[in-house]
């Protein structure tokens, strides 16, 4: 079992920065590959970053291409996502994500690969 808190989410002007963490209990974390997904509202949730249990292999949306970083602290139990140059259209509820998968390479784009999720923190970028 895992549990995810997230954290770092505010009100931040257009062109800030803000870093989103999520802490994980369990002493599964480290063998967990990793993801943040996003919610506007009226919006179906969307992908925005993952990363494999080490934290070799990243992927991102590309509307966040260049602009975000997901890292992780495995002696922490966190990850995270920094976030620069925000824009109007990053407002949504952010959420982390765990995935139990066995594969030490995975590091998946799509929700129901996910096994647990925190309960959200809000991101609003005014314009």
């Known amino acids: 079992q895992v549990q995810l808190v997230e954290s770092g989410g505010g009100l931040v002007q257009a062109g800030g920065s803000l870093r989103l963490s999520c802490a994980a209990s369990?002493?599964?974390?480290?063998?967990?590959?990793m993801g943040w997904f996003r919610q506007a509202p009226g919006k179906e949730r969307e992908f925005v970053a993952a990363?494999?249990?080490?934290?070799?292999?990243?992927r991102y949306a590309d509307s966040v291409k260049g602009r975000f970083t997901i890292s992780r602290d495995n002696a922490k139990n966190t990850v995270y996502l920094q976030m620069n140059s925000l824009k109007p259209e990053d407002t949504a509820v952010y959420y982390c994500?765990?995935?139990?998968?066995?594969?030490?390479?995975?590091?998946?784009?799509?929700?129901?690969?996910?096994?647990?999720w925190g309960q959200g923190t809000q991101v609003t970028v005014s314009s």
């Open positions: 994500a765990a995935s139990s998968s066995s594969n030490p390479y995975y590091a998946p784009r799509i929700g129901p690969a996910y096994d647990y």
């Open positions: 369990g002493r599964t974390f480290s063998n967990a590959a």
């Open positions: 990363l494999n249990r080490s934290g070799s292999n990243t």
